[in-house]
């Protein structure tokens, strides 16, 4: 080959390369810039969500057309205000965020709406009504899991309650409503209560607290927005038997959950505490699937589609009563009503359980994993 054609063929060459970079670039700026802005994430069920939301934003129907970004402001609404400032000025279509407070953003949002950006909150809600909010109705699931108490204790006892992350409208609702039931009852006594921050370990650490004061056996039931999982364990390790662990109303673990089966079940991976110990439990929780489907709306809005500002998700409620093992954990086997996994498939029993929604096919047991979505 000639010295001259060579010339030519390796002009040809970066010539395409160019186009090929140029190809690329075009298509990643056609992309909807999407961000997602978290704010506390000091516990399991924030990390799973995030894990949907960008297993949605990877699924095939999406990944063409999202870039999508994940910034943590943490419990401070001040960083939140900054950080959506930011993602406005650098050219955001859409922001999905946990809001810390349900008001302190509205007018950092309301500026955002202004621009033409679509803000989504999921699970915590935003007041400012240009925003769109998807979540379950906190207010009944506080409400729900008192009655549940209240009706197991005959309406009577000493009862031990665990709230969420302050300031949040998911806790203010919750401990509200649960509270309006409690007081109905004047035999129900409230005789310890702390900020649990929705983690297991913080659970832990706030019933050793109150346990420095009283025992096991001045208590009769728990009301806990998470922590019950690890009631039951530290009841365990107390030297009560299983028959003796109170009733506990409390969150969607998978711990709890698998907790709840009948003692004995033949579980694969179970070792005490994430055991079957039939466990008394009403077990419920703002699925994690919230943001992701938050995320695909976002995008249907972008898209111009007709997008309700509220949307109120089913509240997943399970009992002893109907509890069910996942054997698999498939997306198929999910939708026919299983709501528990296995140890041997979910390793950690803080891990919410309650991720199947017929409105989000795209993500199931190995997006709320690893943030790997649907085939």
Known sequence: MGIGLKVRRLALLAGMAVCAIGLSAAQAAEKHKVFLSMSYIGNDWQAEAANMVKAM???????????????????????????????????????????????????????????????????????????????????????????????????????????????????????????EVFAKYPDIKIVGEAVGMWSQAVARTELSKILATRNWDDINGLWMQVGCFTANSMQLEAGKKTSELLPCAGEGSNGGRIQMLPEGTEVEGAASPYAPVGAQRISYASPPYSGALALKLAVEAIEGKDVPKTTILPLPLVTNETIKLCDEGTWAEMKAGCNAFKPSLVSNPGWFASIFSDQTPEVGLAAALVGQPEN
């Open 57 to 179: 934003a990877a699924h095939k129907s999406l990944a063409d057309k999202v870039d999508l970004q994940v910034q943590v402001a943490g419990p401070n609404a001040q960083r939140q205000i900054q950080q959506i400032n930011a993602m406005v000025q650098s050219g955001a279509e859409a922001i999905v965020v946990y809001p810390i407070s349900p008001t302190a953003l509205n007018q950092v949002v309301k500026n955002a709406c202004d621009k033409g950006v679509k803000v989504f909150a999921y699970d915590a809600e935003i007041t400012e009504p240009c925003a769109y909010n998807v979540h379950i109705d906190q207010l009944e699931a506080g409400r729900v899991t008192a009655e549940w108490l209240v009706k197991k204790l005959n309406g009577k006892g000493n009862i031990i309650a665990i709230t969420g992350v302050p300031g949040t409208s998911v806790d203010d609702q919750r401990t509200k409503a649960a509270k």
